[in-house]
């Protein structure tokens, strides 16, 4: 009676760390499977590929003329964005 008495807490034991082995394999495939999911929907959603290069485009000339700086626009859409001051100032690599 004692072998008994105590391979039924032994197999309580391993019948319980089977089930819980089971249980979180099983919760770790779902979550995994449901942010995969999640992930499509993400890059279905979000345009992240669309990465447009933005090129340089001659709109205007700088000229001198005593000491006030004259700019001629060659499009007048630009006009706005001067206006407002949203431009930044670059030398140009060959007056070094």
């Known amino acids: 009676m004692s072998n008994l008495d105590i391979l039924i807490p032994f197999a309580i034991l391993l ?3 089977v089930y819980l082995i089971y249980t979180r394999n099983k919760f770790e495939k779902d979550i995994v499977r449901l942010y995969e999911e999640k992930f499509e929907q993400w890059k279905e959603n979000t345009d992240y590929k669309k990465e447009e290069k933005t090129s340089k ?3 205007g000339f700088v000229f001198k ?6 700019i001629e626009l060659l499009d ?14 670059n030398t140009f690599e ?3």
């Open 94 to 96: 060959g007056c070094r």
């Open 76 to 89: 007048e859409k630009i006009k706005d964005t001067l206006e407002k001051s949203k431009f930044t100032i």
């Open 15 to 17: 019948i319980l760390v």
């Open 65 to 70: 003329e005593g000491y006030k700086l004259k």
């Open 57 to 59: 485009d001659l709109v």
